[in-house]
């Protein structure tokens, strides 16, 4: 059995010897190298580009202006609202203007400065606020209402009248400060036009069917000629399912000089190029009646966007959607407007549009449970909301082992015995959450599957998965390797995956939203059943017995005392067959969701479920703290690796404690982002990661492959609002504005109001 077993990586080795190939060690004869101009300013309209004088320096072979480029881009097709170069209207620091292909990186940036751009400055709105006070002045012209890229307000039940009949109500504003993925590899491209005219595009995308899409429609060339590679990636986190500048400009580079172009990104304009987590403040109301149940939630939420609408329409939707489980809401309202603001644009990072909210309802939960004097788990195990249920906005959920996970870490902390009693500036907090696995609607709307595998037997025992599915460190081919093995019973270490190649492998539609292991899982099993079939088949004849009598186990094929090599029963069965021995598989999602506008957006095939408990401790005299240990407990259906999901619960765990400590994105009085840089967005070392126990919860969820839900992005949800929860447990402060720096702790420590024990150790 493979399903279940801690497999190695198949790429492993290739990584630790720094073998493997990611984008920018790609060479090719003649390439030429890129580079960006782009914008001082964070609104300003465009009056003129002169590049020829950069047109004629030493060593510069072309340049790129937006005219060439005019065709607006996307990945949702109601909201593409980008060009890969400006033509008329730059807005936000760093928005790209105009490109440079040159012999060498240095020859492109000198020639940047030659470039004469004549900007007509405008009033920069840096603020939710600004924006929407002055509609007048337009960040976006695709904004049909002033600045607002989305608004979306639904309500389920008669909220009022709930929150008017509640026995507690907490209400309050919430903070989350923008943060950005900082993944180790930087967004790198390159692009190389052969005499056919066929174009490929090696980029470090998580989305390589998304980018061939929009490189086709804005070069203005079929489908058929574009093909996007997707080498190693070194981290993405979301970071990378948007199409970026750089890959559509070494594309038309590369068709305009006949030579090789790449683009790599400096860690400054990874910064500006970002897309990473949405600021949002929160207006949440939590009621509970007299049973501790929860009676109403009403949230109201305001989301900067910045410049572009990426993947917003959705992260509108997603910030009230995904918040209704794994908690039963009496009635539920949310109202979420995402707003255009002169930054750089904002969009998916690991759980998006729904971190933020989770981290003020749990918090918010806390508080409302502390005014019935309810123990807060407790509070969440009466409010839990079963299985093969429906949310109050119309969810389906199928498994859930949520209650499992919050017994796991209640008993693991300690939880009766030491909350409230580990002394003064220590404590524990704890919040629950759940996520999606995969998203039933594709971005683009269609009849075709939203995972296809294809699958190849070779005489020689070899197994070739193809597969457009991209793995970005969560191992997607090290799942394919052993789906192949169990089903097919031979070893995986005879399994070759080929992955995210539009030209070679079928479609996916890209490692986001927690689709992967569940959509291309399933895809990848009904193909190895096919074949597997087949096998049995040729090797009962052989055997002389019946094809469900003959048993596919690592490398042997066998039916009671006799038995053949693994290699032999393909040789049987291609024989058998006439023909090579291949199969598909695909994965389309049903319809799902509520019957009404939005009703699909974050409705999943199933979801996954987490508890965390977290422990604090603070020194009241400096506001300094530190997370000690956080017990984390995820329901993931099965574990098919149960060495990649706890690497995925861990992982997630430190992205959420990071978040909550230290990152911010900051930037001054005219747009400028400051300090882009390793050094001044600061992020935690080693030495900074608190202990953390992952513990793996199995519900089976019948939809799944193998009873399997996701594990990449869920885990992260409840890290932050377990975090705050023990500050409050450690000191009696309540904080509601991330991060949580010192400075915030000690100004609420010297504000707070004495409170029992704590009174009397002030006095």
């Known amino acids: 059995m493979t399903i279940g077993a801690r497999t190695v990586k198949p790429d492993a080795a290739s990584k630790a010897d720094g073998s493997g190939l990611y984008t920018d060690d790609l060479q090719f004869p003649r390439m030429l190298h890129a580079k960006i101009l782009r914008s001082p300013h964070a609104n300003a ?195 990378k399912s948007d199409p970026f500048a750089l890959e559509f400009c070494v594309a038309k580079l590369a068709l305009k000089t006949g030579r090789p172009v790449k683009i790599l990104y400096t860690r400054e304009e990874v910064f500006y190029a970002h897309r990473g987590r949405h600021p949002m403040r929160m207006d949440v109301k939590v009621a509970l009646d007299a049973d501790g149940k929860i009676a109403a939630v009403d949230n109201r939420i305001f989301i900067d966007g910045g410049a572009y609408a990426s993947f917003g329409l959705v992260t509108a939707y ?7 489980g794994p908690y039963r809401f009496g009635t539920y309202r949310f109202d979420s407007t995402r707003v255009y603001t002169n930054k750089p644009p904002c969009g998916p990072k690991r759980g998006h549009g729904s971190v933020q909210p989770r981290f003020a309802f749990e918090v918010a939960l806390d508080e409302a449970a502390e005014k019935l004097g309810l123990d807060p788990i407790e509070v969440r195990r009466r409010n839990f ?32 015995e030491r909350r409230g009693r580990l002394g003064r500036g220590r404590g524990l907090g704890v919040a629950g959450s759940m996520y999606i696995s995969g998203t039933a609607y594709p971005v683009y709307p269609n009849e075709m599957p939203q995972s296809g595998i294809l699958l190849k037997l070779d005489r020689s025992g070899r197994v070739t998965v193809y597969s457009g599915a991209s793995d970005i460190g969560q191992g997607v081919n090290t799942l394919l390797c052993q789906i192949a093995a169990e089903e097919l019973g031979c070893d995986p270490r005879d399994v070759t995956v080929v992955a995210a190649d539009t030209d070679l492998t079928p479609v996916d539609l890209g490692a986001y939203s927690s689709r992967v292991t569940f959509m291309c899982g399933l895809a990848a099993r009904e193909a190895c059943e096919k074949l597997a079939a087949k096998l049995r088949a040729a090797a009962a004849q052989k055997l002389g017995c019946a094809p469900s009598e003959v048993e596919l186990e690592l490398g042997t094929v066998r039916s009671g005392a006799a038995s053949m090599s693994f290699a032999e029963a393909c040789q049987l069965a291609e024989g058998v067959e006439g023909a090579p021995l291949a199969a598909v598989g695909g994965y389309r999602t049903k319809k799902l969701g509520g019957d009404y506008r939005g009703g699909t957006i974050g409705a999943s095939p199933a979801y996954s479920f987490t508890a965390h408990v977290a422990e604090v401790e603070v020194d009241e005299e ?31 765990v430190y992205m959420g404690a990071a978040e909550a400590q230290m990152e911010e994105m900051v930037y001054g009085k005219q747009g400028l982002l400051f300090g882009p840089s390793l050094l001044d967005y600061r992020i935690p070392t080693s030495m900074d990661v608190p202990d953390i126990v992952a513990r793996i919860v199995e519900s089976g969820d019948p939809n799944g492959p193998y009873g399997a839900k996701e594990a990449g992005e869920g885990p992260l949800h409840p890290a932050i609002p377990a975090i705050a929860n023990a500050i409050h447990d450690a000191c009696g402060i309540r904080i509601r504005e991330l991060p949580f720096y010192p400075q915030r702790i000690l100004a609420l420590l010297r504000a707070r109001e004495p409170r029992g024990d704590r009174a009397a150790a002030a006095c």
């Open 385 to 416: 909301i079963g299985e093969h249920v429906e949310t109050v906005n119309g969810q389906r959920i199928t498994s859930n082992g949520f209650l499992k996970c919050l017994d796991l870490v209640e008993e693991a902390s300690g939880w009766k």
């Open 45 to 239: 309209r465009v009056l003129s580009i002169d590049a020829s004088e950069a047109q004629r320096y030493p060593g510069v072979i072309a340049t790129l202006v937006g005219s060439e480029l005019p065709v607006r881009y996307g990945v949702i097709p109601w909201t593409q609202d980008e060009q890969a170069l400006a033509t008329d209207h730059v807005r936000f620091v760093g928005d790209e203007v105009a490109c440079v292909a040159a012999l060498d990186e240095r020859t492109a940036d000198e020639a940047l400065r030659l470039i004469r751009v004549d900007y007509e400055p405008l009033p920069a709105l840096l603020t939710v606020e600004d924006a929407l006070a002055h509609p007048e002045i337009k960040v976006n012209e695709r904004a049909k209402v002033g600045n607002v890229t989305k608004h979306v307000q639904l309500e389920f039940g008669p909220v009022d009248e709930a929150l008017s009949r509640a026995a507690a109500v907490c209400h309050e504003v919430y903070e989350y400060a923008g943060s950005t993925h900082v993944p180790i590899e930087p967004h790198c491209a390159v692009a190389r036009a052969d005499a056919d005219g066929n174009l490929t595009v090696w980029s470090s995308t998580q989305i390589p069917h998304y980018v061939q899409r929009e490189l086709s429609r804005v070069l203005g060339l079929p489908q058929s000629k574009v093909r996007v590679v997707q080498p190693l990636l070194g981290g993405a986190f979301g970071g």
């Open 318 to 324: 997603y910030a009230g959607q995904l918040l209704t």
């Open 622 to 652: 400096t506001g300094i703290w530190r997370v000690e240990k956080i017990w984390a407990a995820h329901d993931c259906g099965k574990a098919l690796n149960p060495a990649l999901v706890e690497g995925q619960i861990e992982g997630s």
